[in-house]
């Protein structure tokens, strides 16, 4: 077992996330502009949420993973956090109670799963006025608003009701699902 390294070493907890997290390169292997946005990322400064859209391969999950990491380094609390597929939330229902519940949430990949049972809105509704969420998704604002209903775009964009940051690597600028003063887009891929 690797022993984690950081302020709270002595924690056997911190070694039981960093166990859960998905084996993936360092930030080197994300879009310059999504670490940026994970790293500048500060839960308790009222924007207690971080939405991160772009293509296959720009390294969402990467990105969402180093947070974790860096979060890990740098908070107690930090120990109650889950990194999770949307579509395994939607699957289980005891890991959608602990979605509900963690401290710092990601939600990885939301878009693709099917939810009948609207599992993953109950999630985020429960969570977007009480703990921080970081949603990565591979579709567009657009896709998003189309596949989902207005309430859950809601809840993926806002945040005790101030918005989330929002960085989207799209070359097309979206149609935003929210009001134009809801979003805070990043730079494009040109």
């Known amino acids: 077992m690797t022993r984690y390294q950081g302020p709270f070493a002595n924690r056997t907890d911190a070694d039981h996330v960093l166990q859960q997290l998905p084996s993936l390169g360092g ?3 994300a879009d310059p502009r999504l670490i940026q946005a994970v790293e500048s990322w500060d839960p308790d400064a009222g924007r207690g949420g ?3 859209m772009g293509p296959t391969g720009c390294g969402k999950t990467t990105a969402a993973v180093h947070l974790v990491r860096r979060l890990l ?3 107690e609390d930090a120990t109650s956090t889950a990194v999770l597929l949307a579509r395994d939330i939607v ?3 005891q890991l959608a109670e602990r979605a509900r519940r963690v401290r710092f949430l990601v939600v990885d990949d939301i878009g693709k799963e099917y939810d009948p ?4 809105f109950s999630v985020l509704d429960y969570r977007h006025t009480r703990l ?5 998704s591979g579709l567009k604002a657009e896709d998003l608003q189309s596949h989902f209903t207005g ?7 806002e945040f005790r009701g101030a918005r989330v940051r929002v960085v989207s690597l799209f070359k097309q600028a979206p149609r935003p699902a929210l009001p134009p003063d809801q979003y805070d887009l990043d730079r ?3």
């Open 91 to 93: 699957a289980d229902a």
């Open 132 to 136: 921080p969420t970081i949603v990565t």
């Open 50 to 52: 971080l939405v991160l």
């Open 117 to 120: 049972k609207n599992v993953l």
């Open 27 to 29: 930030p080197e292997h």
């Open 151 to 157: 309430a859950f775009v809601r809840r993926m964009g």
């Open 188 to 190: 494009r891929y040109p």
């Open 73 to 75: 380094a740098t908070r």
